[in-house]
């Protein structure tokens, strides 16, 4: 019996273009107790619409573990390292991880108070809000009507450990409320009505898809290198409105201030990476842990136009230059017509290719509402595979 698949339900904001192939549902099996067959076509699924919904879901923290090690199954810790942000205090995520003491693969987040909870007697949960990370922030007194995304990111930890290829995530408890209103605050106007406490996704493969053909090119030729303990080292900086990169202020720590570091564990990836089921290229930067790019020259042979980016190559370490260029790579891709806004239900599981979108927090909560989400992705076992020989004679 085959699955039984529906679109997405669109915000009128999306442009449905852009989501012909982002985003399904699956009806009917509960996504914790699938058969080997069933997993196999919800994996070939996952890689072909970057984002699965399954409704009324009932899954244990050990069955999430269990399907999400499935998708790579030499895989076993945590996507930022086994209580490794808990022994890094000074990163910006330790405020917003609680591990399942059972089952510390998952992380319990969300907002509020949280009791008797799988292991936990107790857990005070803090929704991250734009408030903590950005330069400026919506003035208090339009807290709750107004929000931002927080941070666009991958669920990686960017240093010795390789990126999840999955990321699932189960809603126990969400709050209902009134819609919200994403500000932009950029000086393009651009707002997004948002539910309550939504996760915002884009396709990457959209982001690579839709720039023009000299910025393709740049795509294709480069690679980005992350700080070392990004999280860290980005901790003191502050980030634009957008939650699409830092401001360059001089306000990152000094690498001789961070925690150890190898230059072996360092990660350099390409800007593209390509999915194992369709073959299409992603753009996957995590604009806020970028630290340099390497450009490749356009190969011999090919043309040169006028308007091509860096055709002879660079190695560019200065980085108001290097977060110059990835925003404007990545922020035609995240206006309102190509975001995803999930409103969720209890007891909604997605699954997400978290090699093939950027997801971004949103939303601001008063302290009474009581949020509760599992979340489990786990360091893969090999880094991502970047273009071959033929995408860049297609696109350099």
């Not at 399904?24 to 699965?52: A, C, D, M, W």
């Not at 409320?177 to 493969?205: C, H, K, N």
């Amino acid at each position: 019996m085959s699955i039984e698949l529906a679109p997405l339900p669109l915000p009128p904001s999306a442009n449905p273009a852009h989501f012909a192939d982002f985003g399904r549902e699956v009806k009917g099996i509960n996504p914790g107790e699938l058969t080997p067959e069933q997993f196999k076509e919800i994996e070939q699924l996952l890689y072909k619409h970057s984002v699965l919904l399954f409704r009324n879901a009932k899954v244990s923290p050990e069955q999430q573990y269990a399907l999400t090690k499935a998708f790579d199954p030499a895989s076993d810790s945590y996507g930022h390292g086994n209580n490794k942000t808990g022994n890094q205090k000074k990163s910006i995520l330790h405020p917003d991880l609680k591990t399942i003491p059972r089952v510390p693969q998952v992380q319990l987040i969300g907002n509020g108070m949280v009791y008797n909870h799988e292991g936990l007697a107790e857990a005070k949960l803090k929704h991250p809000h734009h408030r903590s990370f950005h330069k400026t922030a919506i003035p208090e007194e339009d807290d709750l009507k107004f929000t931002r995304f927080y941070r666009w990111h991958i669920d990686a930890a960017l240093y010795d450990l390789a990126p999840p290829k999955v990321t699932t995530l189960y809603g126990i408890e969400v709050p209902s409320g009134e819609p919200q209103t994403l500000r932009y605050d950029d000086g393009t106007g651009e707002e997004l009505p948002v539910p309550l406490g939504t996760t915002a996704f884009i396709s990457t493969r959209t982001t690579f898809n839709t720039l023009p053909d000299n910025l393709k090119s740049l795509a294709v030729r480069t690679k980005v290198r992350y700080a070392p303990h990004p999280y860290v080292w980005m901790a003191p900086a502050r980030s634009n409105s957008l939650g699409l990169g830092i401001e360059t202020e001089g306000k990152e720590l000094a690498l001789s201030e961070l925690p150890e570091w190898e230059e072996s564990k360092i990660k350099t990836f390409p800007i593209l990476w390509k999915n194992p089921v369709t073959g299409e290229l992603h753009f996957q930067v995590h604009p806020s842990a970028v630290w340099q790019l390497f450009i490749e020259p356009i190969p011999e042979g090919k043309p040169r136009p006028a308007d091509a980016r860096y055709p002879d190559g660079a190695h560019i370490t200065d980085l108001k230059t290097v977060r110059d260029i990835c925003y404007e790579l990545q922020r035609p891709s995240i206006s309102p017509e190509f975001v995803y806004p999930h409103d969720w239900s209890p007891n909604d599981m997605v699954l997400f290719h978290n090699r093939g979108v950027l997801h971004s927090v949103v939303g601001a909560f008063a302290e009474d509402q009581v949020r509760a989400f599992h979340q489990c992705n786990l360091a893969a076992s090999d880094d991502p595979v970047g273009p071959d020989a033929e995408d860049i004679t297609k696109w350099a």
